[in-house]
């Protein structure tokens, strides 16, 4: 389950700074193991989420690999983008194992476009988030036209735990020019 | 337990902000329900503690309703400048259950200079925070000779939750002066 245990995301945002200039904002977007919704909420105000793809599969070796499940058992694959009013913030996809989540869990996760951040908080769910992969990369048509920059992205990749197993795999990404502002 | 279920801490931060000017560091720092030593580490590089004071307590009226315990159960009472280097960058005082920690936890609590959100990962401790309380304070000689300033001090309590109950009650202050820019 902790295939990546000794990745430092403190280190890691270090090397990235050697090559790019990172605003505080930024580094704590990368590393912190709290509620990316609730930093967005501060900064910007109460977000939502506008639900790109909402889908259901059976996993395949990657996403079993990937949440330390079999292969076949039902995963929810969503992607969002999070937004204060119509302002993209950060596009997040996620890989949720079914059997792991209550009915209540689920139905939030299934039916209402509520961020997971919210979600874990309204049942009082308690986690650990392990930072799992910090980079920049390149844009793509997708993501050029959601942030309207064809700037570079920053992105992470985390595992929200509970019950000592992967509860979600979460990406999130956004533009290397966004959050640079200090105030 | 949830005594202050109802405490919405970004509608408190946007309060404060009519009256003061926040940085984007600070309004996280105030409401994030991350690790704040993480946060530290990323902006600032690997901060250490300095343990002021150390002691264990029958718990009074005061702390039995604070960590909802009874009277006289025995609470450790921490408060320490975590740093960077020689530099103050927040003072914290902690109350803790003895009961509710496991040998070693409590081991990292008493002997080590280690910051709790240290000892959490070191533990792999599933937890979530609820913060109950930000404001603005006046310093006071203490906090002054500390910081090195006298201006007014941002401040926030806040409890870690695991397994329903709680583990940690946190104070954590800092000067309104800084973490105020954003590079």
Chains 1, 2 share one sequence.
Do not use: C, W
């Amino acid at each position: 389950m902790n295939k990546n245990d000794n990745f430092n995301v403190i280190e890691e945002v270090k090397n990235l700074e050697t090559e790019y200039r990172l605003s505080n904002t930024q580094k704590i977007l990368l590393s912190t193991d709290g509620s990316v919704t609730s930093i967005l909420d501060v900064l910007k105000g109460n977000v939502n989420i506008k639900t790109l793809l909402q889908e259901f599969h059976k996993a395949d070796k990657f996403m079993a690999e990937l949440l330390d499940i079999d292969e076949g058992e039902e995963v929810n694959y969503r992607v969002v983008i999070i937004r204060r009013k119509d302002e993209p913030l950060i596009y997040a996809s996620s890989y949720t194992p079914i059997k792991r989540l209550t009915k209540e869990f689920k139905e939030d996760l299934i039916r209402a476009d509520i961020p997971i951040g919210r979600i874990l908080k309204k049942h009082k769910i308690e986690s650990r988030r392990e930072v799992q992969a910090v980079e920049v990369k390149t844009t793509n048509k997708e993501l050029t036209k959601i942030f309207g920059t064809e700037v570079d992205l920053l992105s992470r990749k985390y595992n929200i735990i509970h019950k000592d197993n992967i509860l979600i795999s979460i990406e999130e990404t956004f533009p290397i020019s966004s959050f640079t502002s200090d105030f």
